[in-house]
Structures are given as structure tokens and as C-alpha cells.
């Protein structure tokens, strides 16, 4: 039911639960910055019964989008006159359809609960699939009250032996869009050896020397990005932990964390247990994750 073309767009999946304007709201700041259209777009699923048919009146499902999605497209453009806000009206799975529209939007915008209410993302909730799959970047917000401290900095999760250029630009851009500091963060457990003998490892390095070394890298990589964004305040961080529980922690005076789809075993699967899946399910501000397989 798509009637308009959602190239460079930002799209906001809503349901009809409460918060929903908030997030639209939240959503259609982020196409100004962008200048982009904004559509807000609500899916009704079909409950098809086993063995059933697949045949059904279309009324009732349209007109319970019009019910969810008017008064929030209403809200959106009298607070936003000049942004261009299109319904996008859906029957049938949203997480698909949002993956549709991933392939040519710039941005996906969802609530951190999924369309049952759950106050975490389970596995297969729409949040996460989306999160997961989408081909474009996705904001996924926190409940509101979550980020009501004053919060000044962008955080982004990179590995310095695995480094992804498209989640840089993209926390870049968005630091500097928001006049705000950007904070690239490393962290990591892995053991880093000195020498191997036929008996295996020699010697492990000190813990003060690895992250002294992992940073001298990180500013490396990142001295390339200070030359282009001279005005952008860019820190490095670079320590021994969990990178999960680093970011996390991070997040507590972020406006927003940033991270890729995909690890350093270079496989963009379900995100639940790894780094991503971690710090979607318990950051204290919102998280985008970008894809990086197509980068």
C-alpha cells in the first residue's frame, strides 16, 4: 500500500500503543536534521488460523490504521510545518515491510518495545528483526524519563582490528549535527600474546600495556576523521572489559550510542547475546545500529 517513494526518507514504525507520538515526534527531528520526509507508517497483520485461508475483508484492518496512524501523522505536522509527514499505511507483517523500506530509507526510527509491550526486546519482536536485518540504519528510542539527564556526547563502539568506516561516519555526522562531543570507545578481554613457542604462549602482556597499545592504535585510525570534522570534539577511549558493559555504562551520559550489525567474526546474524544485542536491550539512551556488511 505504499504510494510514495521512501528514498533518502526517514521512517518511524508505530503501533497502537501509548508513547507512540513521542516517538513519531522524536523521529521527525531526526528527518529535519537530515532534511528528509518522514513517514510514519502502522502494519495490521492478518491473523490467518492454520489451514485457513488467507482471504479476508480488508475494512476493518484499514480502518483500524486510520484509527492509529491519523492522529499521529496530525500531531507530527502541526508541530513540524515544514516537514513533508506521509502515512504509509500497511497490511501485513511490519517487520517486513519496515525491511522493504530499509532498502532505500536513510534512517528507521522504533520504539524500544515491541508491538505486544514487552519492556525488553524478546527475540523475534520487530524491534530486533528489524534491528538485525534492515539495510539502512536504525534508531531504536528508550521509554521517555530515559533520557532526561543532561547528556553531552555521542558514544560509538568500534574495534580497532576490525574497523567499520560506516558506523564512524555515521556517529560522526550525527555528533556534528547535534552539536555534540563524539566518543569512540574500544574494549575488549581478548589476551594478547608477546611470543609463541612450540609449547604455546610465552608471556601475556599487562593489562596497562594492551590498552596503552589499543589506544595509540585507536588514535591512529582515528587521526584521519579529526582532519576532516576539525570542529567536532572527537575522545578516544580505550580500555580492558566487556565492550557490552563498557558501552552500556557509557550510555549514562550519552545522548546516543552507536554500533554495528555485525562482529569481528564478520557475520551479520540475531543480535541477542552478542555486543549489539547487549547494548540494545539495556542502554540508558537510545542506540542506532548501522549495518556494515554492505559498507
Request: some cysteine; proline content about 6%.
Amino acid at each position: 500500500m505504499r504510494d510514495h517513494d521512501v528514498a533518502g526518507a526517514v521512517v518511524v514504525g508505530v503501533t497502537d500503543a501509548e508513547e507512540q507520538s513521542a516517538l513519531a515526534h522524536r523521529a521527525a527531528q531526526e528527518a529535519n536534521h537530515r532534511g528528509a520526509r518522514l513517514f510514519v507508517m502502522h502494519a495490521a497483520e492478518w491473523p490467518v488460523p492454520a489451514g485457513g485461508s488467507a482471504a479476508h475483508d480488508d475494512e476493518p484492518y484499514l480502518q483500524r490504521i486510520e484509527n492509529v496512524i491519523t492522529p499521529i501523522v496530525e500531531s507530527v505536522r502541526r508541530e513540524h510545518p515544514q516537514l513533508d509527514v506521509v502515512p504509509d499505511r500497511v497490511l501485513g507483517s511490519p517487520a517486513s515491510a519496515l525491511l522493504d523500506r530499509s532498502a532505500e530509507a536513510s534512517l528507521i526510527v522504533l520504539g524500544h518495545r515491541g508491538s505486544g509491550g514487552f519492556p525488553r526486546l524478546p527475540l523475534g519482536s520487530v524491534s530486533l528483526q528489524v534491528a538485525t536485518h534492515s539495510q539502512c540504519p536504525v534508531l531504536v528510542m528508550r521509554p521517555s524519563g530515559a533520557t532526561e539527564r543532561a547528556r553531552d556526547r555521542v558514544v560509538v563502539g568500534v574495534d580497532v582490528e576490525d574497523f567499520q568506516p560506516g558506523v564512524m561516519e555515521f556517529a560522526l555526522e550525527t555528533a556534528q549535527s547535534r552539536g555534540a562531543a563524539l566518543e569512540v570507545v574500544h574494549a575488549s578481554t581478548r589476551p594478547e600474546l608477546l611470543a609463541t613457542g612450540p609449547s604455546g604462549p610465552l608471556l601475556l602482556q599487562h593489562d596497562e600495556t594492551v590498552a596503552s597499545e589499543a589506544q595509540d592504535a585507536l588514535e591512529d585510525r582515528l587521526s584521519s576523521y579529526r582532519s576532516q570534522y576539525q570542529s567536532l570534539s572527537i575522545r578516544a577511549r580505550a580500555e580492558r572489559g566487556r565492550p557490552a558493559n563498557v558501552l552500556i555504562d557509557a550510555s549514562r551520559r550519552a545522548l546516543l550510542v552507536v554500533v554495528g550489525t555485525r562482529g569481528r567474526a564478520g557475520l551479520k546474524r540475531l543480535l541477542l547475546g552478542s555486543v549489539s544485542g547487549e547494548v540494545l536491550h539495556s542502554a540508558d539512551c537510545p542506540v542506532a545500529v548501522v549495518p556494515t556488511t554492505h559498507h
